[in-house]
């Protein structure tokens, strides 16, 4: 699995970091954490307001930082 948190390292962008790791990591998962920094990239996954989540290559969340608990919900 590929988790990808879409922003240009802002507080916001660390914290989504930190709860996405702890998520994967509660659930036992084999993943990858990519921190796409490139705004043309980001904005190749249509997304226009960081922080966001991106799993397997899908947004699931932008513009807020969703709490492990939340992430865990979308990683399933």
Same mark, same amino acid.
């Given at each position: 699995?590929?988790?990808? &948190?879409? #922003?240009? =390292?802002?507080?916001?962008?660390?914290? !989504? +970091?930190?709860?996405?790791?702890?998520?994967?990591?509660?659930?036992?998962?084999?993943?990858?954490?990519?921190?796409?920094?490139?705004?043309?990239? &980001?904005? #190749?996954? =249509?997304?226009?307001?960081?922080?966001? !989540? +991106?799993?397997?290559?899908?947004?699931?969340?932008?513009?807020?930082?969703?709490?492990?608990?939340?992430?865990?919900?979308?990683?399933?």
């Amino acid at each position: 699995m590929k988790i990808q &948190i879409l #922003g240009t =390292g802002c507080p916001k962008c660390k914290k !989504l +970091a930190e709860n996405a790791e702890a998520a994967a990591q509660e659930l036992g998962l084999d993943f990858e954490l990519e921190k796409v920094t490139d705004i043309n990239k &980001i904005m #190749g996954f =249509g997304v226009m307001m960081t922080p966001a !989540l +991106a799993v397997d290559g899908t947004v699931k969340v932008v513009g807020k930082v969703p709490s492990s608990e939340e992430i865990k919900a979308m990683l399933k």
